[in-house]
Nanobody
Framework: QVQLVESGGGLVQAGGSLRLSCVAS????????MAWYRQAPGKQREWVAR???????NYADSVKGRFTISRDNARDTMSLQMNSLKPEDTAVYYC????????WGQGTQVTVSS
């Protein structure tokens, strides 16, 4: 059974930092591309960042220069370092794995206060 478990969310003031992690099980992690998405209240889920199985990285314009995605294939873990957080970054953040299958985590709440 595939599981993606996010952690690291919380409440932070604007300008602060958080680091999200996603631990995968049930998949051959190194063969999957990984991504972060987020969904704010009343809005559609949007893509934030992705890292391919080969290490190619892309960011949404809204987070470019502030967020850093990384992966550790030895630990089946993906991370998202979020700096200079803004109130508009408030959302539930979801881990996504794509490859032979397509999987989602349960999400972790990030709240940025002004």
């Amino acid at each position: 059974q595939v599981q993606l478990v996010e952690s690291g969310g919380g409440l932070v003031q604007a300008g602060g930092s958080l680091r999200l992690s996603c631990v995968a099980s049930g998949i051959i992690f190194r063969m999957y591309g990984m991504a972060w998405y987020r969904q704010a209240p009343g809005k559609q889920r949007e893509w934030v960042a992705r890292i391919s199985s080969g290490g190619t990285i892309n960011y949404a314009d809204s987070v470019k220069g502030r967020f850093t995605i990384s992966r550790d294939n030895a630990r089946d873990t993906m991370s998202l370092q979020m700096n200079s957080l803004k109130p508009e970054d408030t959302a539930v953040y979801y881990c996504n794995a794509w490859g032979r299958g397509y999987y989602w985590g349960q999400g972790t709440q990030v709240t940025v206060s002004s």
